[in-house]
């Protein structure tokens, strides 16, 4: 991959998902770049140091490029890494040596952003510091670079929300909701933040209720304007900023779908922690998950992470030869090679029939097919029945209003609205109804059609087989890596 020979290219998010994967592809196939700036939450250059190693370096998915280099890994790092504590949330990025600004000022060519909080519950004023502001203070910062020839924003496809249909890939302008509500302006949405904080800690507020009062605010804010959840309404006021501002910079941004495990590079199967359906795999595979709810039609978009990173790089080699001012990418498989529900619940059953996980005594957990709930109402209406009957069972056990009782109750009260609240948060997704137009995606694809580009580069969806997907690669990874 000569295009990226010699060039200087700042990463941020660094310790994220993608972003290892994208480091460790640079490393493994382009060692000659010239620089990788790699920004990631630290107070100083030697906390930067210890995340790099803990949460990167050390991570199997360096195995391959550790065969590759050998001892020589440590002086490749050493004089191709360069690792910059910041704060994407903050004005210039957080950064305060003036020798790191005026060094990445002068010879960046290449701006990556993979900086992001994906937790589709996460506090209002977190979620809006690193998505939404994180986004401006990017391309604020990039327009200070002499040299630069690119930003690449990393978004979600689900900025769309819960439109059905086909989507295209276009942009959001500042101030636009999905619902026609008018009034939508970011900077009044971090005054709205910053007075509920200072009525929270005037109160005398715990952490903890601060906490769940920035939750709910994030959810209110975002229903109030069509967006099902804190996630994606931050990351699609993140997409309004940085259209706003970016005047001439060369701009792309793109946009996954649900990312999963590697296909194929550095080698099939990686995956990092819980990741968005794995939590149902995970559940269904201890025998916790006997019932669910979605539409069993409905299609799940599903993209592995190197196809994704194979995007991101396409989209900087086709900059490269025809610049442009900002263009969209979708990145998923509901336009080529879609899966629904039904296939994703049979590879579960298919894969935990025949390979069964072990309990802590080491006792086979045996699996079974799921009940499936087509609606919220009824789903409500049998969680509410088992609850119901919880708490009849200790009534009948002479527990009644005792200590234990209530200790019991306030658990299981406990457990009902988490598992709600969940199932609210997901529900958008269960019984989902739109394609991801990837037109553009898909020119990118047809501008790689040179055999070693399209095999170094490969991305595209038509290739996956779901089934041998998810049974040889995907659940064997996640039980590798993450159940373990």
Not at 299 to 318: E, H, R, W
Request: aromatic letters at 10%; one cysteine or more.
């Amino acid at each position: 991959m000569e295009f990226l020979e010699n060039k200087s290219i700042l990463i941020t998010g660094a310790t994220g998902f993608l972003a290892k994967i994208l480091v460790e592809k640079i490393l493994r196939v382009q060692p000659n770049v010239k620089k990788l700036y790699l920004l990631l939450r630290a107070e100083d250059e030697i906390t930067a140091k210890k995340r790099f190693h803990n949460e990167v370096v050390e991570k199997d998915l360096f195995q391959v490029l550790k065969k590759k280099c050998g001892s020589n890994l440590n002086t490749l790092i050493s004089e191709k890494i360069c690792l910059v504590p910041g704060e994407i949330s903050l004005p210039q990025m957080g950064l305060k040596d003036s020798i790191w600004i005026d060094k990445i000022k002068n010879q960046v060519e290449i701006i990556i952003n993979l900086a992001a909080t994906t937790n589709f519950d996460e506090r209002y004023d977190v979620a809006l510091g690193t998505n939404t502001l994180g986004a401006k203070h990017v391309v604020t910062f990039a327009k200070q670079c002499s040299n630069l020839k690119l930003v690449v924003h990393v978004s979600t496809a689900y900025v769309s929300g819960e439109r059905e249909g086909l989507i295209m890939e276009t942009p959001y302008k500042l101030g636009e909701s999905l619902n026609g509500i008018e009034g939508l302006d970011i900077e009044a949405e971090q005054m709205v933040i910053e007075e509920k904080l200072k009525q929270l800690k005037e109160n005398g507020a715990t952490n903890e209720t601060i906490t769940l009062a920035m939750k709910d605010l994030g959810l209110e804010r975002s229903k109030l304007y069509g967006w099902p959840n804190t996630y994606v309404f931050t990351k699609a006021m993140g997409e309004m900023i940085i259209g706003d501002l970016k005047d001439d910079l060369p701009l792309v941004i793109i946009r996954p779908t649900i990312v999963t495990s590697t296909y194929k590079e550095p080698f099939p199967g990686w995956v990092e922690g819980v990741r968005t359906i794995d939590s149902l795999i995970v559940g269904y595979a201890k025998g916790k998950l006997t019932c669910f709810v979605a539409g069993i039609n409905s299609i799940i978009d599903l993209i592995p992470a190197d196809m994704v990173v194979n995007t991101i790089i396409t989209a900087i080699v086709a900059s490269k030869l025809q610049p442009c001012n900002q263009t969209i990418y979708h990145v998923g498989s509901s336009t080529r090679n879609s899966m629904r529900h039904v296939d994703f619940q049979r590879f579960n059953y298919q894969y935990f029939t025949k390979k069964p996980l072990m309990d802590r005594d080491g006792n086979v957990i045996k699996v079974g097919k799921v009940t499936v709930f087509n609606n919220m109402t009824n789903f409500r209406r049998y969680i509410a029945v088992r609850y119901l009957i919880f708490l009849k069972g200790l009534e009948i056990a002479n527990m009644a209003f005792c200590h234990s009782f209530e200790d019991k109750y306030v658990t299981m009260k406990r457990k009902f609205n988490l598992v709600m609240r969940l199932i609210e948060l997901y529900r958008p997704y269960l019984f989902f109804n739109a394609i991801f137009d990837d037109t553009n995606t898909e020119r990118l694809r047809k501008d790689i059609q040179h055999k070693d580009t399209k095999e170094a580069l490969f991305m595209d969806p038509k290739d996956i087989n779901w089934e041998d997907y998810f049974l040889n690669v995907h659940i064997p990874g996640l039980v590798k890596h993450v159940i373990k």
